[in-house]
């Protein structure tokens, strides 16, 4: 059974940092791509941040220069470090995994990040 669990959303103020973290299990991590998108009340949910099974990293415009996303293999563990947030990065975040290989994609729970002014 597939599990992907966020974690490390919250309350923050404009400016502040949160570091999300999501955690797999059921899947072989290394052959799968991590993706974290953001879903605001009344938008489609949408591509943050994604980073390939071989690495490569790739960010929405508006929140490059702000956001990193990490993978750590050995603990199935991805990562969205977010500084300098701004109020229009309040949403629920999700975890997405795909393979690419066995075309399986896999999502998370979500969890709430709210940034106030």
């Not at 009344?42 to 690495?55: D, E, N, P």
């Amino acid at each position: 059974q597939v599990q992907l669990v966020e974690s490390g959303g919250g309350s923050v103020q404009a400016g502040g940092s949160l570091r999300l973290s999501c955690t797999a299990s059921g899947i072989i991590f290394r052959d799968n791509n991590m993706n974290w998108y953001q879903q605001a009340p009344g938008k489609q949910r949408a591509l943050v941040a994604g980073i390939t099974s071989g690495g490569v990293t790739d960010y929405a415009n508006s929140v490059k220069g702000r956001f990193t996303i990490s993978r750590d293999n050995a603990k199935n563990t991805v990562h969205l470090q977010m500084n300098s947030l701004k109020p229009e990065d309040t949403a629920a975040y999700y975890c997405n995994a795909y393979d690419s290989r066995r075309r399986i994609r896999s999502w998370g729970q979500g969890t709430q990040v709210t940034v106030s002014t």
